[in-house]
């Protein structure tokens, strides 16, 4: 079984910082990309930043240069630095782990991340 464990989200002034943390608290793949992807009320889901088990990084435009996604995949661990947060950062957070081996892929529950002053 697969439970991927989000924590780190709340309610930031703009210009803040935020660290989000994902852990797989089951099976560990040993093949696999992780990422974080946010979905804003009436908005679709979209992919925020991705890490791969060869380190590679991709990033949405919108967060490139302010968040910075990290971890070790050989532990299903990841984590987003978010520096300079703005109001448009709002958004329900999501982790996401994609085994290449399997094809299996599995979402966290979601955290919410408010910017507001």
């Known amino acids: 079984q697969v439970q991927l464990v989000e924590s780190g989200g709340g309610l930031v002034q703009p210009g803040g910082s935020l660290r989000l943390s994902c852990v797989n608290s089951?099976?560990?793949?040993?093949?696999?990309?992780m990422s974080w992807n946010r979905q804003a009320p009436g908005k679709e889901r979209e992919l925020v930043a991705s890490?791969?088990?060869?380190?590679?990084?991709n990033y949405a435009d919108s967060v490139k240069g302010r968040f910075t996604i990290s971890g070790d995949i050989a532990k299903n661990t990841v984590y987003l630095q978010m520096n300079s947060l703005k109001p448009e950062d709002t958004a329900v957070y999501y982790c996401?782990?994609?085994?290449?081996?399997?094809?299996?892929?599995?979402w966290g529950q979601g955290t919410q991340v408010t910017v507001s002053s």
């Open positions: 890490l791969t088990n060869d380190g590679s990084t």
């Open positions: 996401n782990e994609f085994s290449w081996v399997t094809g299996e892929q599995y």
């Open positions: 089951g099976r560990i793949f040993n093949m696999a990309a």
